[in-house]
């Protein structure tokens, strides 16, 4: 989901998103970019990786999580 997360803030070439992503292997990134391409979540073009509409409804459904993760983590 950190991919998903990391694209809503735009488009992105692979090594950008690599930047983005920040500890994930290339090989990684690039299984779940594969993963998350054929569950219709994301699309490349020629501009790079970019979140479908799928994508982006189900970044809506995860942003909440943000908060609960952030008041969470101040707990400890």
Known sequence: MGIIWK???GP?????LQDRC??????????RLKELTQSFLI???VDGYYLTEKGKEIFQLLHPLETWAR???KEF
């Open 7 to 9: 694209l809503n803030e």
């Open 12 to 16: 992105c070439s692979f090594r950008v």
């Open 22 to 31: 920040e500890s994930i292997s290339p090989t990684t990134l690039n299984k």
């Open 43 to 45: 699309e490349r073009t």
């Open 71 to 73: 008041d969470w983590a």
